[in-house]
Every structure is written in structure tokens, then in C-alpha cells.
């Protein structure tokens, strides 16, 4: 369908429905995504290609979705044209902040749930995100044609979980085409409509942002009241700055100019702000100088895991702070700030939302701006309480406060789910009691699979836990989780010396009890990494002045007695002597090469 053609003004709001696809990673919402987008004519066979919507190179690599995208599509029911505006989300739990926003411009959501795997931890707490901002969800089972599909069993499962009656599930297999047409008519049927008055004041609310090289920062916007056009002077509410309005039109699914938006239509505006930091998402747009009732907006983004980022070579710092300043234009929930490292020289400490997030991140550094650098290992964002009654937020093990100042250590535990086959119960049970976890309840969803529920400290779920409970499980667990608290906890900060120095990048937080594990790994790794040099080179853990793990390097030797041929031995004992002051002086003037692999082997921990 041409655009040019269409006039948005005849799509009042009983003839939009604005949806969104919630389920757990790869249960197929892109391949959904294209299979509507095909069968409503909005792209065409020559510009169909897989995860249409995924548009970063990482996306299409791992095959997720970390960037939640909107596209809109014309489709007719009993004679009636409705305009339908997709907005995709991602499915891993370090994008749950991008469904929840994106959410806040739908009416409703296809819960998608895969036939061969069935309910995940992620497809429960997408559920749960819809349901409390009160969407009509639409049940679906994709992928029935798989061989190892069940869909009868998922059936029940959903039946159970989320009291949907069987007749309103749609049985559908996005990759073979099976049951579009059925999902597009109960969008139609049964997505309320979209909310919105033609005469009201201008209102509509910022939901999302990116930032392109040409025309500054495009918003993503819901139009709740009133009519947005090309040339009006618009105001953010919460911001209190004025706007030209540039450009305005839909998401088709890349952007077409169509000079006005309407009441609940969900489309993008370029006003050539230059900072996505000025559009504050969840912020109020309105006309300038009328006054609205601005929109609650979201909770801003919390970082829950931190790592330094350094380049490899010092000569690429400036690349490096350009590039990351360009990808947190398009990412606003990273935080970033300088830091200096005696080891690493200058760098980024930031934060992320979750080890995913920073892998994602870091990836995209690599590939997208090819450079190359070392991320240390992740930490958390601890409380503590000084003896003088302060509080003091900490994420950088270097900013450790001495031993005697300290009250109290807090640290942040989350609630996990894990929904996991009968068959691996155990091990899933053993690897979160490994982890200091606290079992709050288990329960069954079917002969064949089990919820458990526990409390768990951040710290051990941000390096290692994902991968060994994939494995523990042959990649059949799924696991989600949610912020809880701050609870008291015995940690202590360790060292790591090498020939005496401490190096700062590689101290962390860890609890007494594992001290002396994590310390003995951590030098075993390093003596694997560090190369020899000419000298001996001493690992060593230690928390405070106490020297708990110790490791050694043996120095590279040339043989200075290799040209005495017989004589007194005297001759021999006095070159190895003067070889041995000259590696004692190269000890105390060299430092220590440590290779990214150092970081690398401390970072892949277990």
C-alpha cells in the first residue's frame, strides 16, 4: 500500500490497534514480525529478509532482539481498513526495561510461546509486565510444526499459569505461515481500542529514542490527544524545552514522512535535538505555551552490573570515548564515567543492566567501530555503612574503605525463577545453594516441569551463573529475575599482587567464606596467562595485609655459564651470582606485562 495515497486523518482511534509481541528469547517474535509485515504488504519480496526488525548486526548474529522497534501496517477486516502499529520487543532479561516502556504505548500483546518448549521464565515475567499495566494479551503457540512440538501440553500450561481458556489460544507457526491471518483478526477483534480525542490540546508521550548521524535524535512517539504536524512549535513537558517540529510520519517500517500524526496513532519526530539525553524518555509533548497534564513516565533505568572498558592501546582512547559516546546516544540506560588505572592507563567505568547488556555492548564496540579492548571483570553496586553512620554507594572495589571505618557491607539480592525439567531439579537446586541462594518456594507446573523460586546475591548471578545453568541443564532451564533488596552480608575486597603491586583493575568484592577459593583461582589463572619475563614474577591474593593464594612464574633464563668449559667451579657460581643481581635489579625497575587474556580468563570465571 502507498502512503501517499492514504489519508491518516480517516484512522480515527476505533480503527488503530497499537500491540506489542512479548515472549522469552527466541521463541520466534521476529520471524512473527516479518511474516505480518509480508502478509499486509508492507515490505515487499525483494526487501523481505530474515529478523526484518533487527537491524544491528549483534541482532542478527545471536538471533535476539536488544533494541525494541515499531512498524506499522494497513490491514483490511470485513471490509475495513485498521491501521495496526507493531511495536517489537526484546526478550532477554537485561531488556526488561525496554518491554516495560514499550508496553506503555500498546493496548495490547501477543504472548508467544514456543509449542516444542513451552512456558519460560521470561514468558511469565513478560506476563506479568503486561498484565499490571493492564493490556488484553492474546495467547499464541508458535512453532507447531516442529517435530517436538506439543502444543495440547502447552496448552494446559498456560491454561494453568495464566487461566487462559483453550479456545482462545491460536495455534500458529510463524515460519511456515500458518495462522497470520487468524492472529491479525484477533488484533483487530480483540485489542481494545486506541485511547485519543481529535479536539483535545496536543498530548502524546516519548517512549523511545535514537540518535542518527543526519537529521539528530528521532523520537518515538504515542499520540494520546490533539493532531501533530510538520512546522508546529512543540514543548517537552517534563523538560521544559521548545521544538520545531521537523519532520513527523509512521514507522513503515522505516521512516515515511506523512506531515501529521493523529489521535492514538504511534509514530517518529525529528525536531534536530542533538542529545538523546534531552529526550527524556516517558516525557510529555505538547504544544508550546498550553498546558497539559503531563504523563506519569518510567522509572529511570537502575544499572545492576559494572566494568571498567579500556582500550587495548592507549593511543585509542579518544576513538574509543567517541564511539562510546555514540552508542549511549542510542542507549541511554548505560551510565558512563573516566576512570584512570595504573595497570590499563584510561578508561570508561560503566554500568550496565545486566551481563548480557555489557557483552552486547562490548561486542558492538568491536564490530561496529572496530577497536579493540579489555573489560574487567563485572561487579555490583554494594551499600556501606561507615562506623560514623554514613552511607556510601560503591561499585569499584578500588574505592574499598579500610577495614576499620566500616559498620556494615549491604549487597543487592535479586528474586530468580527458574523453570527447569524434573530431571535436573538437583542440579539446578545444588548450583543456587553453591551461590548463597535461599529457596522460597518450588512448585510444579506439569509432570515434566518445575518453578523455583529463590533469593539470590546479585554478585553471583553477574559472572558465571547463566552459563552453568545452561549447562547443568542442557540449555533446557530458562531463568529471570527481578531486583529485590539490600541485605547484610560478611564480603571483604581482594587484592590481586603482582611482585608486590596491587593491581587495581583486578581487586574485587567477594564473600569470606569463598575468599580463599576465588583468591587460589584467581592466581592459578593468572600464572596460565602471564607470560614468563626475565624475572620472577609473584602472584599473590590477599584481603588486607594477609596473603591467602600464592602463585609463581618462573623467570626466562639464558645459561651465562654455557661458555666455561671445565675450571674451578667458583668461576661458574660467581656468573650466576652476577646474574642473579641483574634480575633482582630488572625486578624492581620492570613491570609486569599483563596480557588481555590476564582479564579475560578472570572474567570467564568457573
Known sequence: MDLKTINLADYSPNRIRNFSIIAHIDHGKSTLSDRMLEITGTISHREKKEQFLDKLQVERERGITVKAQTASMFYTYKGVSYLLNLIDTPGHVDFSYEVSRSLYACQGALLLVDAAQGVQAQTMANFFLAFEQDLTVIPVINKIDLPAADPDRVALQLEKLFDFKPEDMIRASAKAGIGITEILDAIVTDIPIAPGDVNKPLRAMLFDSWFDEYRGVICLIALHDGVIKKGDSIMLAHEGLNYEVLEVGLMYPEPMATGALYPGQVGFLVTGMKSVREARIGDTICHSKQNVAPFPGFKKAKPMVFAGIYPMDSEEFEPLRDAIEKLTLNDASVTVEKKSSAALGLGFRCGFLGLLHMDVFTQRLQQEYNLSVIATAPSVLYQVKLQNGDL???????????????????????????????????????????????????????????????????????????????????????????????????????????????????????????????????????????????????????????????????????????????????????????????????????????????????????
Open 392 to 606: 556510601l554507594s560503591l561499585e569499584n572495589p578500588s574505592d574499598f574503605p579500610e577495614p576499620n571505618q566500616i559498620a556494615e557491607i549491604l549487597e543487592p539480592i535479586i528474586r530468580g525463577t527458574i523453570i527447569t525439567p524434573t530431571e535436573y531439579l538437583g542440579n539446578m537446586i545444588s548450583l543456587c545453594e553453591q551461590k548463597r541462594g535461599v529457596q522460597k518456594d518450588l512448585s510444579y507446573i506439569d509432570e515434566q516441569r518445575v518453578i523455583l523460586k529463590y533469593e539470590l546475591p546479585l554478585n553471583e548471578v553477574a559472572t558465571d551463573f547463566y552459563d552453568q545453568l545452561k549447562s547443568l541443564s542442557s540449555g533446557y532451564a530458562s531463568f529471570d529475575y527481578e531486583e529485590a533488596e539490600y541485605q547484610p552480608s560478611d564480603l571483604v575486597k581482594m587484592d590481586i599482587l603482582l611482585n608486590g603491586k596491587p593491581v587495581d583493575a583486578l581487586s574485587c568484592i567477594v564473600h569470606r567464606e569463598k575468599s580463599y577459593f576465588v583468591g587460589r583461582e584467581f592466581a592459578e589463572r593468572l600464572k596460565e596467562a602471564i607470560p614468563r619475563q626475565l624475572y620472577e614474577v609473584v602472584i599473590q591474593a590477599a584481603i588486607g595485609a594477609k596473603i591467602i593464594a600464592r602463585e609463581r612464574v618462573a623467570p626466562l633464563r639464558k645459561d651465562v655459564t654455557a661458555k666455561c668449559y671445565g675450571g674451578d667451579i667458583s668461576r661458574k657460581r660467581k656468573l650466576l651470582e652476577k646474574q642473579k643481581a641483574g634480575k633482582k635489579r630488572m625486578k624492581q625497575v620492570g613491570s609486569v606485562e599483563v596480557p588481555q587474556e590476564a582479564f579475560l580468563s578472570l572474567l570467564k570465571k568457573g
